[in-house]
C-alpha cells in the first residue's frame, strides 16, 4: 500500500515538472537537465535563458490553503537547492546563474525568477 502512495506522489512530482518546463519552454528557456541529484539535493530543472544558467525548483500544491507552494519551500530546502546547484557548477564550470521557482496550485501557473539568492 505505501509503494503505491510513493508511486503516485513521484508521479504526480514527474507531471508537475512536466508541466513546468513546457511553460518554460514556451516562454524561451531551454532545458540543459532535468532531475540533477547529488547526496544532499537535487535540482528539478536546469535550463539555459540567454547567457544565465536557471536552477529550476517545481512546487505543487493543490490549493493555496496552508501558504500554497510557495510556502513550501523553506531555508532548508534552499539549502539543499544550492548544494547540488554548487556541485553542478563545479562539475560543468562558472556562470552566471539564478534560482527561479514555479508554483503550480491548481490550474495557476507562476514562475518566479530570482526567487532567492545565494551566496556564491
Known amino acids: 500500500m505505501f509503494a503505491k502512495a510513493k508511486d503516485t506522489t513521484v508521479a504526480q512530482g514527474q507531471a508537475a515538472e512536466s508541466l513546468a518546463l513546457a511553460y518554460l519552454e ?31 525548483e517545481v512546487r505543487q500544491r493543490k490549493n493555496a490553503a496552508f501558504g500554497g507552494a510557495a510556502a513550501s519551500i523553506t531555508r532548508q530546502k534552499q539549502e539543499r537547492i544550492l548544494l547540488a546547484a554548487r556541485h553542478y557548477l563545479a562539475r560543468h564550470g562558472e556562470c552566471p546563474c539564478r534560482f527561479d521557482c514555479v508554483l503550480l496550485e491548481g490550474e495557476r501557473i507562476e514562475w518566479l525568477h530570482n526567487a532567492f539568492t545565494s551566496n556564491f
Open 26 to 56: 514556451r516562454q524561451g528557456l531551454r532545458l540543459l537537465t532535468r532531475n540533477f541529484r547529488v547526496r544532499g539535493g537535487e535540482l528539478d530543472l536546469i535550463m539555459q535563458h540567454g547567457d544565465c544558467l536557471v536552477f529550476v
